[in-house]
């Protein structure tokens, strides 16, 4: 079954520090996402993105964060000067359409701590 | 604004027993309510999709079934397991322009042998 992939599966890094989370969502989807899941908590929703730009936003989604497709297969999130609040668990997820009728399916995660 | 809550948070029961997961919603007017799978460090399986039109679907031992106008939804696991072992999501999409999902807190469900 196509999967979603993530790379890597654990980052450690210095607060301050810019990160790019990576994801090669499933091959023929149109709709690509990024949820985070702080320790504990719920996953929470960050962006949502389509043909090239971003079509929704939380407001956890603030300037530090981007998104980017570069190219026809992967989908990055950076996250320019980390804080420790920032750690978490970042999850990207793929659908093939938006109009409530699609299965959105995830990513095994990105493991961030930031130190 | 939509909040999700799941009862119970945690659950231990032994093999073989069958199982109701809860989902409660504030808001009827959602698109769908989608149920995952988390294992212990991991990503997100979808288990079950239900569409606001839809009563229930059923995937080999679940079965998930939505009442939107009480805002709830039951997953249903017949002969539980060890290897359900898992934390139970529920999602909703609300109605309107939006594409996101609304998770709940998630049951943690261990089936012991």
């Known amino acids: 079954e196509p999967e979603v992939t993530q790379t890597p599966s654990h980052q450690v890094t210095q607060m301050g520090q810019e990160v790019i989370l990576r994801c090669v969502p499933i091959s023929n989807h149109l709709y690509f996402y990024w949820y985070r899941q702080i320790l504990g908590q719920k996953v929470e929703f960050l962006v949502s993105?389509?043909?090239?730009?971003?079509?929704?936003k939380s407001e956890i989604f603030d300037d530090q964060f981007s998104v980017e497709r570069p190219d026809g297969s992967n989908f990055t999130l950076k996250i320019r000067s980390t804080k420790l609040e920032d750690s978490a668990m970042y999850f990207c997820?793929?659908?093939?359409?938006?109009?409530?009728?699609?299965?959105?399916?995830f990513g095994e995660g990105s493991w961030l701590t930031v130190v | 604004k939509q909040e999700v809550t799941q009862i119970p948070a945690a659950l231990s029961v032994p093999e073989g027993e069958n199982l109701v997961l809860n989902c409660s919603f504030t808001d009827s007017a959602i698109y769908n309510l989608q149920w995952f799978r988390q294992d212990p460090g991991k990503g997100l399986t979808s288990l079950l999709l239900i569409q606001s039109s839809q009563r229930e679907q059923t995937s080999g031992r679940l079965n998930a079934s939505l009442d939107k106008s009480s805002g709830r939804s039951t997953l249903y696991i017949a002969a539980s397991q060890p290897g359900d072992s898992a934390t139970y999501l529920c999602?909703?999409?609300?109605?309107?322009?939006?594409?996101?999902?609304?998770f709940g807190t998630g049951t943690r469900l261990q089936v012991f042998p």
């Open positions: 997820a793929s659908s093939l359409r938006t109009d409530g009728r699609d299965t959105i399916y």
């Open positions: 993105f389509y043909n090239n730009e971003i079509s929704e």
């Open positions: 999602a909703v999409r609300p109605w309107g322009y939006t594409d996101k999902l609304i």
